[in-house]
């Protein structure tokens, strides 16, 4: 990142080049609890702004509407281009107010709760072209959002934009695509076996990956680009269904029916009744709502069955040694995404994205723990053949001691 100047804490130079600069810290808010403000009142009024001085925005759950604002300098002598991307992509309502040559200001509007197609520029964030005369140019932002309200504002080279996400990008495919083939190799697995416990994960890996490119906007980009509503319906429902089927594999690889009933009684009621149901009040409820529920039912359940599964470690079920780990990890990093998303945590690098470290991990220890459980199998079916062989090499051996005395009798 090359060097600027802070003039003040609403005002950055970018006379010098500059390859990626995060201008969070550098923003201006005021909310606005009514939405009665227009923007030429936003201009023109004496409000009492905030510096926001975080590398990150957020503030929870809320229906109130925010207005930021931020001075950028352009000392040279020529135009400078930029590119403005607000990485968050499930913001519902975005109003850019950029700042003319004439010093008049043109408005653009965008957000999830618009069609894709309707976007400044195709890419799965917001991406905002920004050009900027000789001198102090204002740019304003109007945000508002049911889901939680979190982002940050970047500022890139046009020519440095498609270089840095280049590198983000492979990494996020490589994620996916290894979800995509876990999904596929246990739904196989389960077709050729007909074993739930194969079924069960199948789906809950692809519903965790539904979750994850929605999460990350790229469900809307390329799976429903159309259908707006859906995108904000998505995300409540793939979770619910997510932890109704995560809670059913629990259920069937850790055989709770035969070693504890009322586990097995608790766990179904919240995988068959509790989620579904919180999935399809979901459809009804607005955003704000929904997500908040959906998080406050999956902590207590995340934190139960990380108790329990320490107690299947200690009784000594073999499986459950590679879901402890797993069951931990994601355990850890999903209370800690819910937190950053409530607003109770502040959003950096690893708060924002602890939901795919968590479910990384999570895919890895078990997709181990049903291998082991596979190899185990396939050692126990050996040893029966091997039984079974000596078996049948005994009763070969009768069966020749009573040929033998039949022999003798007959002659």
Known sequence: ???????????????????????????????????????????????????????????GYTQSVYWFKINIINRGMEVKQFLLEIDFPTLDKIEVFRQNSDKTFSKFETGDTFPFEQREFKDHNFIFDLKLPPGTSTLYLKINNFGSFRFRTLLYQTENFIEIRGKILPLLWLLYGSMVFIFILFMFLFLFSTDRNYLYFSLFTLLLLMFQLTHRGFAFKFLWPDWPWWTNVCSPITLNLMASFGGLFYCSIMETQKTSKRIDYFLKTFAYFIFPINAIISLYIPLYLSLPVTYYLLQPMIIFLILWTIYYVVKGIRFAKYFILGILNVGFFTIIGSLTALGKLPSTVFTEWSTEFGFVGLVLFSSLGILDRIMNLNRELIDYKAVIDHKNQELEATNEELQAAMEELES
Do not use: G
Request: proline content about 2%.
């Open 1 to 59: 990142m090359s060097s600027f100047n802070n003039l003040s804490a609403q005002e950055i130079d970018v006379t010098e080049n500059i390859t990626y600069l995060n201008i969070t810290p550098f923003l201006l808010y005021f909310e606005d609890k009514s939405n009665h403000l227009c923007f030429e009142e936003i201009v023109t009024k004496k409000l009492r702004w905030t510096n926001l001085n975080k590398d990150y925005v957020n503030f």
